[in-house]
């Protein structure tokens, strides 16, 4: 049994919590530059316009966007380390209100749906832990930003339905809401499981870096055709038209009942911001 | 083109959906419970904490300014949360809405009817768009954080007109 304190997580997520909401990932940029070639007009300064902003964000270490962000946590917990002086909920907590706090991040979070009171923390953050083999901790933070956020939908399908179906889900949900989050998008398909699993299969799909590729080869294949369908719909950089409109689409999948195929679509506006760490 | 707020005003008819501008000037920011304290003060008949007369909206929820800036990041935030208010906002006498993405046919009418505009920053370059901004003034709803009405005064901030006074929108749609 390997010993860590919880005082080590909260300085490890205080700085993650700076860190990630200031510096955009490599791949994203990479993306970004690569897409710039392809435009012209609008389209080609609104890209540009992000990865100046990347740079300035980087240099001055200020955060990307005003939206810092729900955060999440995705966790995998060695199954044999044991946290000292608490738990792991409680230090990412803690954690997630000192960084937010003390790096002039904005607090997002309100304690009641519908009264709305600022709980001034951006805490509690959504915490998803897997327990597997070893004794390290690795984690995954993804801030994101309520506007694509609330872009995201899920629906439940029946078998009958098929690819056509999935694929046609996931073009509506584009086609309907896309220009309000933030255009060029990173997208997150979940197929399978159940109506609460399938929204997480969608959400942990934005994990991945852009130049990942689906191990998969029929949803290796078919990641690239909703991708380019989705660029032939011509939403473009902030909805403004253009080739750009995501700049990649993962699909994970799960086993799911005979019944069933249920489909989420995660939106990710193009401030892809998430970092991992191991501890 | 560069263009302040008051010749932007007096010449609202002169922009063209699409066209890029660098615009200076005073505006108000103001996202969603900012817009329904608006509302409700404007049905209790309470004085607003400025004037809606030819003013500009800026719909932007700031990070915590650090200590010696001006402000923190502060890029736009989804327009169409706020289309339920715009119709109040602008009989008001508000000319310039600033945010990003779609707004409702409904406010594409209004902006027609009101001899207005609506102008897009781009979302998430909010580096870029706080280096624009020399002065900022907390000036209302301090309660709300990051949804208090602050006075921003912006010099070359860029934006592109999304909704013309015509009605001409150059936003996609679904």
């Given at each position: 049994m390997r010993k860590i304190k919880s005082e080590t997580i909260i300085n490890i997520i205080e700085n993650l919590c700076a860190k990630t909401n200031f510096e955009l990932p490599e791949d994203i940029l990479k993306s970004l530059r690569q897409s710039v070639v392809l435009e012209t007009g609008i389209a080609k300064d609104i890209l540009e316009e992000i990865i100046e902003n990347a740079d300035i964000a980087k240099g001055e270490q200020?955060?990307?966007?005003?939206?810092?962000?729900t955060a999440n946590f995705f966790v995998k917990l060695g199954q044999d380390v044991y946290i000292e002086d608490g738990n792991i909920y409680d230090a990412i907590n803690e954690g997630v209100s000192l960084g937010y706090v003390s790096n002039y991040?904005?607090?997002?979070?309100?304690?009641?749906?519908?009264?709305?009171?600022?709980?001034?923390?951006?805490?509690p953050a959504n915490i998803y832990v897997d327990i597997v083999p070893g004794d390290k901790i690795e984690i995954t933070f993804l801030p994101k930003g309520g506007g694509s956020e609330n872009a995201s939908a899920l629906k439940m399908l029946v078998p009958s339905d098929g690819w056509k179906g999935v694929e046609e889900f996931v073009l509506g949900v584009i086609n309907d809401?896309?220009?309000?989050?933030?255009?060029p998008l990173v997208v997150g398909v979940g197929i399978g499981g159940d109506f609460a699993s399938v929204g997480l299969l969608a959400k942990k799909?934005?994990?991945?870096?852009?130049v990942s590729k689906n191990k998969n080869d029929f949803y290796a294949g078919k990641e690239q055709e909703l991708l380019t369908n989705i660029n032939k719909l011509n939403i473009g950089p902030m909805g403004m038209?253009?080739?750009?409109?995501?700049?990649a689409v993962f699909i994970e999948t799960k086993p799911t009942h005979i019944a069933s195929l249920p489909v989420a679509v995660s939106i990710q506006c193009h401030s892809c911001r998430r970092k991992m760490v191991i501890i | 083109m560069k263009i302040n707020l008051q010749d932007l005003v007096l010449n609202i008819k002169a922009l063209k959906a699409g066209q890029k501008i660098l615009f200076s000037g005073t505006i108000y920011t103001a996202r969603d419970a900012a817009h329904k304290r608006i509302i409700d003060m404007l049905d209790c008949g309470k004085e607003l904490p400025f004037d809606l007369k030819n003013a500009a909206i800026y719909y932007c929820g700031p990070t915590p300014v650090r200590p010696g800036a001006v402000i923190g990041a502060c890029g736009p935030t989804t327009s169409s949360r706020m289309d339920i208010f715009t119709a109040r906002i602008l009989k008001g006498g508000v000319k310039i809405l600033i945010g990003k993405g779609n707004r409702s046919d409904e406010v594409v009418d209004l902006i027609k009817l009101n001899n207005s505009a609506y102008l897009v920053a781009t979302g998430g370059v909010a580096a870029l768009i706080s280096k624009t901004v020399q002065k900022a003034e907390l000036i209302a709803f301090e309660d709300l954080g990051p949804e208090a009405i602050y006075k921003l005064e912006v010099k070359d901030m860029p934006l592109i007109v999304a909704i013309d006074s015509l009605g001409n929108n150059i936003l996609k749609h679904s």
């Open positions: 200020f955060p990307l966007c005003q939206d810092t962000g991040l904005r607090k997002s979070i309100v304690f009641d749906p519908l009264e709305r009171k600022n709980t001034q923390s951006n805490t809401k896309c220009v309000d989050a933030c255009p799909a934005l994990l991945r870096e852009t038209g253009g080739k750009t409109t995501a700049l | -």
